[in-house]
């Protein structure tokens, strides 16, 4: 009777025992790993081929002059290497378009949040969110054809906008980045904790009130990180200021009216020109990639931080 | 503090209950601040509650018991119009407030709730420091007044807080404890001044001595404001309240559950002489 328990016993343990193996599990493991490397070696080999030619092209030029100087002419027989008509049109576009995309976002995201009826929000937000599927050459050529030909035709005095201009294309991208703003912005005021928001109606707070003195403050680290990525987004747009944006780089432009290249348009057309591979003018693509990929890289560093700072815990 | 009124309040405790022979449901004193008159609330076609009629006195401590989805809550968060905040919810009868109906068209549901505040069950600080909390209701109401800090300070004080965070008002309200927080959210409900202060199961969340901490600050702020307080709990119900109200479930003949109120009575009478064998039935505990 004991002998048959105890057998009994062993046979029950050694079933717990690895007896075959599990080819596919280990298998999906690998594949899963490869899937998650291949974004990360994307990464290093993208900084280790923008490190050569960036070198290469600090070897000829000084990076006093590149981060000083006020001309940028690569192309031109009067060569100069100053990358700061580039950055401050890169910069002027951003502004014109956050000035856009952030009232609109924030707003959109405090009407869908907070005052749409769910079934409204149901059918806007997808809407919204299309926006952001729209290809950038689409908002481009709208910015050029039919956005500024009617900017033109309604402005007040006779210096108006240029063909081209870093205030069609900052129009054109921040509308660009509105859903980027308005979604995220939405998804993390929707996750303030409905008890809040009764609470403040609770102590005689309007509707208004109860959006921008409670949920908009315990969302902020969401909205902050939407403004951040909507930046970033702007930062690295580069199919609407090829189109729309303008050329001129021989000098900083700090009119909106008149076009300048920023550093991704700059890129683009000497990208799709024809330049010899470890010429100068093959390097000083890579030079601006490279100070493109900082300035991304620190935004996010930023953003990161200002979430933390930001973050507003509910329970 | 208003010591007339601490003299003609009916006796809380049980013993003092034969003392005090009124109605079944309608107590002595003057007119109540508040009134209910066939109350029925509505979620879409859903009666949740069904013909409440109850008077609330001024500054007395009304307790609403009863088992779980009798309708207790959704009739507490009637008196200021908070069902308003959820779509779908309806309001029949009147709840009257000073003879006003709360529920008339030309009624601004914000005056209301400036009047009449809320205390949740858990405790929901905003996740701002300690001063801005308390001060979020003054600010956003218009309020006028001389000094910001003192209002802040005299809230603290009133909701017994004020010697735990005096040194640390520049904190987040989320840095508090579970009691604190709710204290928290008392002075930010005084803040404001309202005259009436409901509870919804304030103390649930909180272990036994907070609950006393909060017990006690219901008597002390009924010194000063009427309060209605849902509680689950008899026994706390017993401990502060002057008044009852006993609500329970009923199951129709399409088997949907409806809140009824069954006794309102002052509460020493309610828990030693209950008129209803179904309030009986609930107090000492054969149902519930």
Known sequence: MSTSTSNAGSAAGSALRRGRRRPVDSTVKVLLVAAALVSVATTIGIVIALVQPTIGFFQQVSVVEFITGTSWTPTFAQKAYGVLPLVAATLTVTGVALTIAVPLGLGSAIYLSEYANPRTRKVLKPIIELLAGVPTVVYGFVALFALNPLLQKWWPTDDGPAFQNLLIAGIAMGIMIVPTIASISEDSMAAVPRSLREGAYALASTKMQVSTRVVVPAAMSGIVAAVVLGISRAVGETMIVTIAGGLTSDRIVLNPLEGAATMTAFIANISSGDIPVGSLDYDSVFAVGALLFLITFALNAVSIRMVRRFREVYE | MNPTDTTNRPSVSIAGVGAQPTGTSKP?????????????????????????????????????????????????????????????????????????????????????????????????????????????????????????????????????????????????????????????????????????????????????????????????????????????????????????????????????????????????????????????????????
């Not at chain 2, 879409?44 to 401590?61: F, L």
């Not at chain 2, 400036?114 to 979020?136: C, E, H, L, T, W």
């Not at chain 2, 005299?154 to 927080?181: F, I, N, Y």
């Open chain 2, 28 to 288: 002595d004193a003057a007119d109540p601040v508040m009134e209910l008159s066939g109350v029925s609330v509505f979620y879409g076609a859903y009666e949740a509650v069904r013909d409440t009629s109850m008077p609330i006195q001024e500054k007395q401590i009304t307790a609403m018991i009863g088992p779980s989805g009798c309708g207790k809550s959704t009739i507490l968060r009637s008196l200021n119009r908070m069902n308003d905040l959820i779509p779908g919810a309806r309001v029949s009868g009147a709840v009257t407030y000073h003879g006003q109906d709360l529920y008339a068209k030309d009624v601004d549901p914000i005056e209301v709730r400036r009047r009449i505040g809320m205390v949740f069950q858990k405790p929901n600080p905003f996740p701002k420091s300690i001063y801005d909390n308390v001060a979020y209701g003054p600010r956003v109401t218009g309020m006028k007044v001389s000094s910001m800090d003192d209002l802040v300070e005299k809230a603290l004080r009133d909701a017994a807080l004020w010697d735990e965070v005096k040194d640390k008002l520049k904190t987040s309200g989320l840095a508090l404890s579970g009691g604190q927080q709710q204290r928290l959210c008392i002075a930010r409900t005084i803040a404001v001044r309202p005259e009436i202060i409901l509870m919804d199961e304030p103390c649930s969340a909180l272990d036994p001595i907070a609950t006393a901490k909060i017990e006690d600050l219901m008597s002390e702020l009924s010194n000063d404001y009427t309060i209605v307080i849902v509680t689950h709990n008899m026994q706390q119900a017993a401990r502060v309240s002057h008044y009852t109200a006993f609500f329970t479930a009923e199951v129709d003949e399409r088997q949907e559950r409806h809140g009824r109120l069954v006794e309102f009575s002052q509460t020493g009478k309610l828990f030693t002489n209950p008129a209803d064998k179904r309030t009986e039935d609930y107090i000492t505990g054969r149902f519930g």
